[in-house]
């Protein structure tokens, strides 16, 4: 697989400090920006739609009400995010849990995996299994049994993604091994599905919904069917930014949560259309350059509104890792794993109202 690093700055934060928004959620306008006042901030972005708590909060002034500048930094692949996080070259990033995490942390580079970013619980299967239509419509492949021996796409190996894959196709009888691996972008599996490359896979939004308008893949089967509330997208805090400035990892998080909390409001059906939904809608295509009537038809990945991780599936993907031999030191899930920014966020900003999603 090919990564290119992007390296080039997005724009600046918006110069406006929203002190209090009119929406009756006066309880989310926590104090924090004295404290935090004139932090910078550098956070890795893929310009994808799971950003959208970051381009929430950076445009609702959410950081600037924290105190905090904040520098959208554009990577090609999330992946590229680990050394400078390490490296203390860049404070805050996302990634998708992977072997890499643990053996990075084993060679004690400092990573500390503090929210949710994207996870699938009901309704929100954003990466579904595809298929070649033309498989489909021939009567080749109609169930997950029928993909044995085929090509399959994956983003990566050693990710959340390939047990995914495996709690799916054990569910058709198959083991991992049963089908062949392919390992791509998720921007590429729509020109792999048309040129025949690959023949299923698991496709991330928007490249599953553009498949299905192309008519060169359809829908199989959707993960939470499968294995329901998978964590698929973590925020990660570089271990600098964690243990030596702890204040500003507590604002960043209450602003990210602010942005996280409007994201998932906005929801319906597990798409972004009920109540404040064209806010949402405007600021994610602005940032991502995703065209608004696509977006609002894709099925969205959810955020947790309090950020919390989905400790448990991390767990059965590390054994899965493990039993892969992926693993090559002995760091844990606890040894990542930090709730703390987001516990002490929750406690600034109330816990998140039901009743306003």
Not at 222 to 236: E, G, S
Request: with cysteine.
């Amino acid at each position: 697989m090919r990564w290119a690093e992007g390296r080039t700055a997005a724009a600046s934060a918006s110069a406006a400090v929203l002190v209090l928004l009119a929406t009756g959620c006066a309880r989310q306008t926590a104090a924090g920006g004295g404290e935090c006042q004139g932090k910078t901030v550098s956070v890795g972005v893929t310009r994808s739609a799971s950003d959208a708590p970051l381009y929430v909060a950076q445009d609702k002034g959410y950081f600037a009400g924290q105190g905090l500048k904040v520098r959208f930094l554009p990577f090609d692949s999330a992946a590229k995010m680990i050394a400078p996080l390490g490296a203390g070259q860049l404070d805050v990033g996302a990634g998708a849990p992977s072997a890499g995490f643990y053996n990075a942390v084993a060679r004690e580079v400092k990573l500390r995996i503090v929210a949710d970013k994207g996870s699938m619980p009901k309704d929100h299967g954003y990466m579904p299994l595809m298929v070649r239509k033309d498989l489909y419509d021939s009567g080749r492949v109609r169930t997950i049994s029928d993909l044995k021996g085929l090509k399959f796409a994956e983003p990566a190996q050693a990710t959340a993604t390939s047990n995914t894959a495996a709690v799916m196709l054990k569910s058709g009888g198959l083991a991992y091994g049963d089908v062949k691996h392919e390992f791509l972008g998720f921007s590429e599996h729509v020109t792999a599905y048309g040129n025949k490359a690959v023949d299923a896979g698991l496709t991330t939004e928007p490249s599953a919904s553009i498949a299905e308008k192309r008519g060169v893949a359809v829908r199989l089967a959707t993960p939470p069917d499968f294995y329901p509330n998978q964590q698929l997208a973590v925020v990660l805090y570089g271990g600098g930014f964690a243990a030596e400035d702890s204040k500003a990892g507590v604002c960043f998080m209450t602003a990210y949560l602010q942005g996280a909390r409007d994201y998932v409001s906005a929801m319906s059906g597990g798409k972004v259309t009920g109540r404040g939904s064209d806010d949402i809608v405007r600021i994610v295509t602005k940032a991502t350059g995703l065209d608004p009537e696509l977006y609002r038809s894709l099925v969205a990945n959810y955020v947790h509104p309090d950020g919390r991780v989905e400790v448990t599936s991390l767990r059965r993907d590390h054994d899965f890792f493990e039993e892969q031999g992926w693993m090559e030191g002995k760091a844990s899930v606890d040894d990542l794993v930090d709730p703390s920014f987001a516990e002490a966020a929750v406690k600034k900003l109330g816990p998140h109202d039901t009743s306003a999603s």
